[in-house]
């Protein structure tokens, strides 16, 4: 298996936190700040705690996804 091969593997199965602040639109303060709210459970962690990630499942995919509906309601309200 080739590394693209394998990019492509990993990033199908996983999000990570900083391709979740580029999709929100916010700052890693804000997403920290949401994560210990529980908007998210406990990731899977690396690098000593700098990476985070999470597979993708549908029930990540929604939290995301209703997360980004409250950054929106408050930014059009």
Do not use: C, H
């Amino acid at each position: 298996m080739d590394i693209a091969t394998s990019q492509t593997e990993f990033d199908s199965k996983y999000i990570t936190a900083g391709e979740i602040t580029k999709e929100l639109g916010i700052t890693r303060t804000g997403f920290l700040y949401g994560r210990r709210r529980g908007i998210l459970p406990e990731p899977i962690v690396a690098g000593e705690g700098r990476l985070m990630m999470w597979e993708r499942t549908p029930e990540i995919l929604a939290a995301i996804a209703g997360w980004k509906e409250t950054i929106n309601s408050r930014k059009f309200a």
